[in-house]
C-alpha cells in the first residue's frame, strides 16, 4: 500500500510539471509599442483640437477697400497740400477745356455762317450795317475792321490813284490787326493747360518723394519694416503721383488739339482775309481811275 501511495504521488506531480495542464496566468501582458503598431490600432485618441478651417472657395476673402479720403487724412501735411493743389489745378483745367470746346464749336458755326451771308451777294455796306454793332466772332470783326478803314478813304470822295497803294496797305494792316488780336483772345487760358501739362507729374513726383521719406523714417522708428508698416506710407506717396498724371495728361492732350484747332481757324482767317483785300483792292482801283 505505502508503495503504491508513493506512485501515486509522484504520478500527481508529474502531470503538475506539465506544461500544457499549467494554470493560465490571472492578466496577460499589455502589449508594448510594436505590438500596437502591428495590429494598427492607435494607443490612445488624440488629446489637441483639430483645425477644421475650410479651405478653398469655401473660405471668405480678406475685406480690403480703397478710400481717396483715408488716403487723405493720413497723409504728412505736404502730401495733402500737393494733393489739394494737384486736385484744383485738374478741375480748373476741365474748367477750360469745356469752355473753349464749346467757344470753338460756336465760332465754327458763326463763321461759316458769316461766309454763306458775305458770298450771298449782299452789298458790302448793308454787311457793315448788320456787322458793325455787333462783331461777335474773329472773320465779322475782320471784315468790319477793313470796311471801316476804306469807307474812311472815301471820306473826302474818290482818292487819288497816287493814295490808292496806301490805301490798300491801311486796309491788310487793319486786318492783320485784327486777326492777330482775336487769335490772341482764342489762344487765352490755354497758357495754364500747358503749364499743367509740364508741371503736374513733377508736383505729383515730389509729393512721392515725400511720401516715401516719411515712410522709411516710420519705419526707422518703429523698426518694424514688415508690409503693415510700409504700405500706408507707399499708398499716399503712388496717390500723389495718380493725382499728378490725373491732371497733366488731359490738359497735355486738349492743349495739342486746341492749338491744332486754333491753326486752322487761322488760316481760315488769313484766306478771307486775303480773298476780301482782292475785292477791296479791286473797287478802289476802279474807282481811282
Known amino acids: 500500500m505505502t508503495l503504491i501511495r508513493m506512485l501515486a504521488v509522484a504520478a500527481f506531480v508529474t502531470l503538475l510539471g506539465t506544461p500544457a495542464l499549467a494554470a493560465p496566468s490571472a492578466a496577460p501582458a499589455a502589449a508594448g509599442p510594436s505590438e500596437t503598431s502591428d495590429l494598427g490600432v492607435p494607443s490612445a485618441a488624440p488629446t489637441t483640437s483639430v483645425d477644421v478651417t475650410p479651405l478653398g472657395g469655401d473660405a471668405a476673402p480678406p475685406s480690403s477697400s480703397f478710400s481717396v479720403v483715408t488716403v487723405f487724412l493720413r497723409a504728412d501735411i505736404v502730401v495733402q497740400a500737393v494733393m489739394v ?11 477750360i477745356i469745356v469752355n473753349k470746346w464749346l467757344a470753338f464749336g460756336t465760332l465754327k458755326r458763326r463763321a461759316t455762317k458769316f461766309e454763306k451771308i458775305f458770298w450771298s451777294g449782299q452789298s458790302l455796306d448793308e454787311l457793315y450795317q448788320q456787322f458793325a454793332a455787333k462783331a461777335d466772332h474773329p472773320m465779322a470783326a475782320t471784315f468790319v475792321a477793313a470796311l471801316r478803314e476804306w469807307r474812311r478813304a472815301f471820306e473826302g470822295g474818290a482818292p487819288r490813284e497816287a493814295l490808292v497803294p496806301g490805301i490798300k496797305d491801311r486796309i491788310e494792316k487793319a486786318m492783320s490787326v485784327t486777326i ?22 513733377f508736383v505729383g513726383l515730389f509729393g512721392t518723394v515725400w ?22 506710407g507707399m499708398s499716399e506717396a503712388l496717390f500723389s503721383t495718380a493725382l499728378g498724371l490725373l491732371a497733366a495728361i488731359p490738359a497735355v492732350i ?3 488739339r486746341f492749338v491744332g484747332e486754333i491753326g486752322r481757324y487761322t488760316t481760315r482767317l488769313d484766306a478771307f482775309a486775303d480773298e476780301f483785300s482782292a475785292i477791296l483792292s479791286r473797287q478802289l482801283d476802279e474807282k481811282a481811275r
Do not use: C
Not at 224 to 230: C, K
Open 180 to 201: 492777330l488780336r482775336e487769335t490772341d483772345g482764342l489762344e487765352r487760358q490755354l497758357g495754364f493747360l500747358a503749364t499743367v501739362g509740364s508741371t503736374a507729374p
Open 254 to 256: 486738349f492743349y495739342n
Open 85 to 95: 493743389l494737384l486736385l484744383v489745378a485738374s478741375l480748373w483745367s476741365w474748367t
Open 211 to 232: 511720401g516715401i521719406m516719411n515712410t522709411f523714417s516710420a519705419i526707422g522708428v518703429a523698426h518694424n519694416a514688415t508690409l503693415a508698416t510700409v504700405a500706408p
